[in-house]
């Protein structure tokens, strides 16, 4: 059906429920002889009179009668939808797509959606680990989550977490047989273990930072994961050295498990942001889970 043929059937509706033209006007926000003429056009299309009108009254005739039994219930549906559409504004409700490197899944999102989902239970979240730059819009993601330095700049970024370091580390029975890095170039010398990324990033390139130097070291292994948890797990066990968050390792390092090297060489860099395309409309679930996850020192 045309959008003109809606209108028109719109103020057929009205001119019946209001019994006079009048009225029907004043309700559609039209003149009388506008609202005369929309109801001659409709006749003409459909081809039989859906009036009878008179000095005093206003009634439909029966092919008027017969589509206003089918308009009424149909319009009352309509109205219904329209106003279950219009709460859904403002009752939290939807699925929220993130994709997320593993870390700031297990630190940062999780423990905050714990909290928040069953204060909303027609909120439904789907995260997604994965440690490739994907593209959220493409890969229709509501949001994604990386550190700060690797968000878009026409994206919306909102910190989640304070700023963090990477802790180069191995345990002390590794560095009892090997000898202690002192440069990230040493590391060449080392068993190291990676860290593979999705796509066709390969193995994650270990970057470092110190006076104004920026070198970013191919280091090599006996094993490769994509779960930071086995990486962990392997540099514990003595296997080589790992590069990992420092929240992650911070309790190994503190037990004595592992023996972190490197130090002067990893300064802060900016923490997890969740990020989104700046021309999304969020809706209030999304809100909610945005502000649930929001940083605050």
Avoid at 60 to 79: C, M, Q, S, V
Wanted: charge should be neutral.
């Amino acid at each position: 059906m045309k959008r003109e043929e809606m209108a028109d059937l719109t103020a057929f509706l009205a001119v019946v429920e209001e019994g006079s033209f009048t009225r029907a006007a004043v309700r559609l926000g039209m003149t009388q002889p506008a609202l005369s003429q929309i109801i001659r056009r409709l006749e003409a299309r459909i081809g039989v009179r859906l009036l009878l009108r008179t000095t005093r009254s206003l009634s439909p005739t029966e092919a008027g009668a017969r589509l206003l039994d089918t308009l009424a219930p149909a319009f009352a549906a309509l109205d219904e939808t329209m106003a279950t559409i219009t709460a859904l504004r403002d009752k939290p409700a939807g699925t929220i797509r993130i994709n997320a490197v593993e870390h700031a899944a297990e630190a940062y999102i999780y423990p905050a959606l714990q909290t928040l989902l069953p204060n909303y239970p027609d909120i439904r979240v789907e995260l997604t680990v994965d440690y490739e730059l994907v593209d959220i819009a493409a890969e229709r993601f509501d949001a994604g989550v990386r550190l700060g330095e690797h968000v878009d700049k026409d994206m919306i970024a909102v910190r989640i977490s304070p700023d963090m370091r990477q802790s180069v580390v191995a345990s002390p029975a590794y560095f009892a047989l090997h000898a202690r890095p002192n440069t990230p170039q040493d590391l060449v010398a080392h068993f190291c273990i990676n860290l593979w990324l999705s796509g066709s990033r390969g193995h994650y390139v270990w970057e470092f930072s110190k006076g104004g130097r920026e070198p970013k070291v191919r280091v090599d292994g006996p094993l490769t994961f994509n779960d930071i948890g086995l990486i962990r797990q392997a540099a514990i066990d003595g296997v080589g050295i790992a590069n990992l968050p420092e929240p992650y390792v911070a309790p190994q390092v503190a037990e004595g498990r592992l023996v972190r090297v490197l130090e002067d060489w990893c300064p802060p860099k900016p923490g997890y942001h969740l990020y989104y395309p700046s021309r999304r409309q969020p809706t209030r679930a999304f809100e909610l889970v945005v502000n649930a996850l929001r940083y605050r020192s």
